[in-house]
T-cell receptor
Framework: EAGVAQSPRYKIIEKRQSVAFWCNPI?????LYWYQQILGQGPKLLIQ????????DSQLPKDRFSAERLKGVDSTLKIQPAKLEDSAVYLC?????????????FGPGTRLTVT | KNQVEQSPQSLIILEGKNCTLQ??????????LRWYKQDTGRGPVSLTI???SENTKSNGRYTATLDADTKQSSLHITASQLSDSASYIC????????????WGAGTKLIIKP
């Protein structure tokens, strides 16, 4: 079974530029998550999708971050414009359901550096 | 406030030695607690999940314990190997209708030959 795929793996941009990340979850997984992980910290949930609907985006900085999951499969996360503090690893995860005992499977992440 | 605190922040041990990582939480209501292993440059991978009624759960050389009364968990690694070098993250899921995940900052473990 293929795992969660993410691209690109690394990205370096200047502040105020835009960037987009792509995620392809495990086939058949209805729930998709985007996390931000700053160096030395645990992941912070940015947004959770159930199929193509948003379940939780309470910690997404909506003035600059946006995400979509068209057709309930692939997802993109965009930052526009980027700030220095956005430097982090952006992890995508998927699970078969969004309920309490369901394991999340993570992709390798995209390391973003904003200069 | 719901929090998960891990200690130590980092740990260096020699290959073959045992070690124990700690996780204290204030999450309430409680649903479950999961330990993840995160290799450098990779996403976290689940090691164990424990519910309220479980005290101990093993996965190979990894043994997790849970004391729901004191809200403490530990992850014990036996006969460490170089491949155990990673960050270990404790995650607690809230109970009730919210069921948010509260993530710890992780313990960075380095195994030296």
């Amino acid at each position: 079974e293929a795992g969660v795929a993410q691209s690109p793996r690394y990205k370096i941009i200047e502040k105020r530029q835009s960037v987009a990340f792509w995620c392809n979850p495990i086939s058949g997984h209805a729930t998709l998550y985007w996390y931000q992980q700053i160096l030395g910290q645990g992941p912070k949930l940015l947004i959770q999708f159930q199929n193509n609907g948003v379940v939780d985006d309470s910690q997404l900085p909506k003035d600059r971050f946006s995400a979509e999951r068209l057709k309930g499969v692939d997802s993109t996360l965009k930052i526009q414009p980027a700030k220095l503090e956005d430097s982090a690893v952006y992890l995508c995860a998927s699970s078969s359901r969004g309920t309490s005992g369901t394991e999340q499977y993570f992709g390798p992440g995209t390391r973003l550096t904003v200069t | 406030k719901n929090q998960v605190e891990q200690s130590p922040q980092s740990l260096i041990i020699l290959e073959g030695k045992n070690c124990t990582l700690q996780c204290n939480y204030t999450v309430s209501p409680f649903s479950n607690l999961r330990w993840y292993k995160q290799d450098t440059g990779r996403g976290p991978v689940s090691l164990t999940i424990m519910t309220f009624s479980e005290n101990t759960k093993s996965n190979g050389r990894y043994t997790a314990t849970l004391d729901a009364d004191t809200k403490q968990s530990s992850l014990h690694i036996t006969a460490s190997q170089l491949s155990d070098s990673a960050s270990y993250i404790c995650v607690v899921r809230e109970g009730g209708s919210n069921y948010q995940l509260i993530w710890g900052a992780g313990t960075k473990l380095i195994i030296k030959p």
